[in-house]
């Protein structure tokens, strides 16, 4: 073999090759971060912490933030808001048990993050973002990895969601005083739903709402937390 042939063949494999190194360097680095983060910190549950390990982060980062996709950090991903740190991505996950088929409500799509790793356990997704942008970028980034079936749409979190009610679980991705009434209004029986309440710099706490068979809730509060929070009036 002459060296013009080898040349010409390492260049044309030069594309699909480094895509594969990536992949797998990215792919090692979510390895870490559950073996690292996540199971030390308490997430136990197998459909989670796999779909923690599918679903690839650095597509759901602003470019500049790449290289930290796979910290256990929020990042911000532009208009003041954060894609969630992944520990309580994972925590919230494994929180409203999902199994494939449920009925899943996320209120602050953001990135898509979220909603990806819910979409990634078989449950199906509806998220609303209140900012346009926000979730018409969220739209069309699940859609290019394959989660076409998570529903986005830009609207007002605070309404819930009607028309697509009741829910089995309702995850709500930003903070505020109070659970607003409707989101615990759609939430079926025997549902959960996880929100971060409080005042984000004096005490945010994650609560979880359980919903019994006859539409009693109960509520506890799990662990301090700092969301961004849930606005009003659509941007
Ligand atoms: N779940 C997201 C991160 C959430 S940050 C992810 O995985 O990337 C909180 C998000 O909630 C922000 O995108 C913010 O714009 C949105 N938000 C704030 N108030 C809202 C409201 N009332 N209704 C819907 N979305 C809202």
């Given at each position: 073999m002459t060296a013009g042939t080898l040349s010409l063949s390492a260049a044309l494999r030069a594309g699909p090759v480094q895509a594969q190194t990536d992949e797998h360097r990215w792919r090692s680095a979510r390895e870490r971060l559950v073996a690292d983060h996540l199971i030390p910190q308490g997430i136990s549950d197998s459909v989670t912490l796999a779909a923690m390990r599918a679903v690839p982060r650095h597509r759901f980062v602003p470019a500049d933030q790449r290289a930290r996709a796979y910290d256990d950090t929020p990042l911000p991903i532009g208009h003041d808001q954060t894609i969630s740190q992944p520990a309580v991505v994972a925590y919230m996950t494994q929180l409203v048990r999902p199994r494939p088929g449920m009925r899943v409500l996320e209120v602050g799509t953001g990135s898509g993050y979220q909603a990806a790793v819910l979409a990634e356990t078989g449950v199906r997704v509806w998220t609303v973002e209140i900012f346009r942008v926000l979730a018409e970028e969220a739209r069309v980034r699940l859609g290019a990895l394959g989660y076409g079936g998570v529903t986005v749409r830009h609207g007002?979190?605070?309404?819930?969601w009607p028309e697509e009610a009741p829910f089995d679980a309702i995850v709500v991705t930003a903070g505020a005083d109070t659970i607003p009434p409707a989101l615990i209004e759609q939430l079926a029986p025997e549902g959960r739903l996880v929100m971060p309440v409080g005042d984000p710099f004096l005490d945010q706490q994650l609560v979880l709402v359980e919903k019994d068979g006859g539409g009693k809730v109960a509520s506890t509060r799990l662990l301090p937390v700092r969301f961004v929070p849930l606005l009003r009036g659509l941007r």
């Open positions: 007002d979190g605070y309404a819930g």
